[in-house]
């Protein structure tokens, strides 16, 4: 079965930098789409950045010029470096893939938890 397994979290002062990892796993194809969430304490889940198949990418407003989503095709790996951290970049931060390369279009920036696949998440403290 398809695993996201998310990795890098942790607490950092502003304007620190980390990169998030995913490890994605039983994938038969390449995703249509793959892309970073994030949610903090009572608030929606929302998305920050995706990647699609043919290479293109899209950023939420707030991180544009600051976080830069990526994939190591050998590794199976999508990565999130995120620079010049905010404290309202705090949250818990969700990998997530959707479709197959060969398949149909999908959602991808709306995507919610009840479709696609999902890491467990992981923790991002920014402190000021």
């Known amino acids: 079965q398809v695993q996201l397994v998310e990795s890098g979290g942790d607490s950092v002062q502003s304007g620190g930098s980390l990169r998030l990892s995913c490890k994605i796993s039983?994938?038969?194809?390449?995703?249509?789409?793959m892309g970073w969430f994030r949610q903090a304490p009572g608030q929606e889940r929302r998305p920050v950045a995706m990647?699609?198949?043919?290479?293109?990418?899209r950023y939420t407003e707030s991180v544009k010029g600051r976080f830069t989503i990526s994939r190591d095709d050998a590794e199976d790996t999508l990565y999130l470096q995120m620079n010049d951290l905010k404290p309202e970049d705090s949250a818990s931060y969700y990998c997530?893939?959707?479709?197959?390369?060969?398949?149909?279009?999908?959602?991808?920036?709306?995507?919610?938890?009840?479709?696609?696949?999902w890491g467990q998440g992981t923790q991002v403290t920014v402190s000021s």
């Open positions: 039983g994938y038969t194809s390449r995703p249509y789409c």
């Open positions: 997530a893939a959707n479709g197959a390369t060969n398949g149909p279009s999908v959602v991808c920036w709306f995507l919610k938890t009840g479709a696609g696949y």
């Open positions: 990647l699609f198949h043919n290479g293109l990418t």
